[in-house]
């Protein structure tokens, strides 16, 4: 029987992970939707799109994301941006009888001074971070919506909060983007204009983990596809999010140098601790996943070179 998938975010990295993925099943009919054809914050819109496609399942993936720069500069877009997209979709998912959905949410959940790796049951038990504190709390709002429509009305709406995402699609604004991405167009122009020096925000010193963007949406599918008891065998009524993550961390210092190796930048890295660094370290503790049998393939030098390329490609095509 074919099921009616909507992935909402569908252009974005994520998104469109999961698109690549999902095509594949013979199974599947993907329902798509760009912010062009459907405005995600409207309510009305989004109400009418769903009663009219008759969705089976939804991938919850639309968002307004950005680094430590974009968060601090549009606090206030991040917070009700975030709002708005997940608060509608999923609204709309219930009002039009979906049963199942799975939202994505992020690692700046969690509080800013939390035990290491970082367990689903740390939600809410401290001050999140400063710096992405209004993203944050619009993700802990989407968990909670998910949480609340399974409690009263029986849905099975789960929720995955990925580690620090890298890989093909992504953003690579020179402001406005993570740190993969920021880092490799900042390596990449330097090598191209002969440059001598990178400049790297902070010190140097803080752990990130990284998870490639194929894996996510292996980890995503992994999720929906568990049987409801394995998957509430590994969380609760009141903690059903799940951790996706690599398993492991770098520090900026270490990914700054594989980067540039990859890049092929063999100038100086030198680091400005005047820039915030954020969390000294965000590890996620992944093993509630790992338990059910899924586990990341790609490794962050493999990974790295995939992403460089496809940045290349993207390059080609805006010349």
Known sequence: MTRKVFVAGHRGMVGSAIVRQLSSCSDVELILASR???DFEN???VNTFFASKQIDEVYLAAAKV???HANNTYPADFIYRNLLIETNIIGAAHNSGV???LFLGSSCIYPRAVAQPMREDALLTGVLESTNE???IAKI???KLCESFNRQYGRDYRSVMPTNLYGPGDNYHP???HVIPALLRRFHEAKVSGASEVMVWGSGKPYREFLFVDDMAGASIHVMSLDDATYKENTNEMC??????YGSDVTIRELATEIAKTVGFTGEIAFDASKPDGTMRKLMDSERLFATGWRPSVDLQTGLAIAYDDFLNGETREA
Not at 240 to 245: E, L, M, P, Q, T
């Open 43 to 45: 309510q009305s819109a």
């Open 141 to 143: 709002a989407g968990i």
């Open 240 to 245: 059903s999010h799940i951790n996706v993550g």
């Open 175 to 177: 402001e406005n983007s």
């Open 36 to 38: 062009d054809e459907l």
């Open 66 to 68: 950005g680094g430590i």
């Open 99 to 101: 049963q199942k959905l």
């Open 134 to 136: 209004p993203y944050a």
